[in-house]
C-alpha cells in the first residue's frame, strides 16, 4: 500500500513544478523576445539497499524553445529585433555576456546604450558609450551613427556597432536570469552577415492555447494523485479494522 501512496505523492508533487513551468511561460505571453521553456515528465528508480522496485515522477525542464517570434512594428527608432538567425550581446548583471534577440533601446544619463530593462548592450569594445546627441540611427549591420549637438542635419558620426552574434541554438541554454547564454560559456565573435530591423519588436514564442491545454492536463493529472493518494489511505484503514477484528 505504502508503494501506492508513494508513487501517487511523488507524482503530485512533481506535477506542481511542471505547472509552474508553464504558468512562467503564460505570464511571459506578453514580453518581447521570450522563449518558452520545454517541460517533460520521467519515470525514476528509487535506488537503495534493496531492488529498485519503485519508480517516481520526476519533472524537468530539457531545453528551451528557440522558434523566433512574430516581428511587430513598433515605429520607434529605437526599437531593434533580429531578421532572420542571429542574436543581440549584452552584458548580464553578473558581467557575463548573454544574449537577446529584440530589445527596445534607450540612452541613460551617463549615455550608455541600454535595453529596456536596463542591460548595457555591447558593441566591438565593450558596453556602448553614445555621446551627447541629437539623434542616433541604427543601420541593419547594428551600426550606431549620431547627430552631435550643434551639427548640421546632414552630418553624422558613427559611434560604434552593436554586437551582433549567429552561434549554433544547441550550444545555447536559458540561465536563471532569464537570459540566453552560451553552455559553455565561451565568448562569441561577431557575425557580419546577421541583421537587425529598426523600429520592429519580436513578440514571446509562446503559445497560449498549448500553454493552457498543457495546465488543464496538469490539473486533471494532479486530482488523480489526489484521489490514488485517499485510494491508498482508505486501503490503510480498512486493513487496520481487519487487523483489529482479528
Not at 505547472?19 to 522563449?35: C, D, M, V
Not at 548640421?152 to 545555447?172: F, G, H, S
Not at 497560449?208 to 484503514?237: D, P, W, Y
Amino acid at each position: 500500500m505504502d508503494k501506492l501512496l508513494y508513487v501517487a505523492m511523488s507524482g503530485a508533487s512533481q506535477n506542481t513544478y511542471a505547472q509552474k513551468a508553464h504558468a512562467n511561460n503564460l505570464a511571459n505571453i506578453s514580453t518581447s523576445g521570450f522563449r518558452a521553456d520545454l517541460e517533460q515528465a520521467r519515470a525514476m528508480p528509487v535506488f537503495g539497499d534493496s531492488y529498485p522496485a519503485r519508480v517516481y515522477a520526476m519533472s524537468e525542464r530539457p531545453a528551451t524553445d528557440f522558434t523566433p517570434g512574430v516581428l511587430q512594428e513598433t515605429g520607434r527608432d529605437m526599437d531593434v529585433s533580429i531578421e532572420g538567425d542571429g542574436w543581440i550581446a549584452v552584458q548580464a548583471p553578473d558581467g557575463s555576456e548573454a544574449y537577446v534577440r529584440t530589445a527596445s533601446l534607450s540612452i541613460d544619463a551617463l549615455g550608455m546604450l541600454r535595453t529596456g530593462n536596463g542591460l548595457p548592450v555591447m558593441g566591438n569594445a565593450g558596453p556602448i558609450a553614445v555621446p551627447p546627441e541629437e539623434k542616433v540611427e541604427i543601420g541593419q549591420d547594428g551600426t550606431i551613427s549620431i547627430r552631435a549637438l550643434g551639427e548640421a542635419p546632414n552630418v553624422l558620426a558613427e559611434v560604434d556597432r552593436i554586437k551582433l552574434v549567429n552561434p549554433d541554438t544547441a550550444q545555447m541554454r536559458k540561465g536563471r536570469d532569464g537570459l540566453i547564454h552560451m553552455r559553455d560559456g565561451q565568448l562569441l565573435e561577431a557575425d557580419a552577415n546577421v541583421r537587425l530591423h529598426s523600429g520592429f519588436l519580436e513578440s514571446s514564442n509562446v503559445s497560449a492555447v498549448g500553454e493552457m491545454t498543457a495546465i488543464l492536463a496538469l490539473s486533471r493529472q494532479f486530482e488523480l494523485h489526489v484521489k490514488m493518494m485517499n485510494t491508498a489511505k482508505e486501503g490503510s484503514e480498512s486493513m487496520a479494522r481487519v487487523m483489529q477484528i482479528s
